[in-house]
């Protein structure tokens, strides 16, 4: 099964109590979006990769569907030139609710709008304090989108190289400024990951990819 068939039929289960003419016309807005041939990284590919580690991770949360849904929603608005696809995200949910009728005061609303816009900074005190670990879901949620930078160093530079596409209207000099400065908050900060699973396995190794990637940049 490839990508995009997996992640339709992932979204046909977690639509399927609503409309079939909901759930298909908003299956063509987010295959859509996401196979935009400027998507180097932030494509179907990405969401897929997130759903592996939802579905080894299933049993630990407590509102699937809300974490399903902000999975396929989080990166609907990806311009690397503006400053809130987040909330323009967040908004493209809202229009899907309101087409599936999904009340604003749910929890499934509530749940979904707050996991978006935490993508914004990806950090939550977890983050922030040492020796605290998150089991929430919005800790697991946050980790699945990261975990790409704890993957092996050919797979992250890969990822990489996919960000700097994305970013091909800025010269080198220029990108190789902004990025330094975002992989040094990585590093600045007690975890990059918020669960105790994410942070054995993946930590270590992306702090060493980050510092990595660094160097080459400044090099």
Known sequence: MSCSSDLKARWEVLTSSYSSEISEKWWLKLEEEY???SRKYHNLQHIFQIFQHYDRCSSNLQSKDAVAFAVFFHDLTYNPKTSDNEEKSTEIFKNFAKDAQIPVESPLFVQVTDLILLTKTHLTDEHM??????CEDKHYFLDFDMAILGNSLEDYNVYSEQIRQEYNFLSDLMYNALRV????SFLQ??????TDEFRQKYEEQARQNIQAEIERLQG
């Open 35 to 37: 196979s935009q041939e």
């Open 129 to 134: 304090e040492p020796g605290k670990t998150g």
């Open 181 to 184: 400065k975002v992989l040094k």
């Open 189 to 194: 900060i007690p975890y990059i990951f918020a």
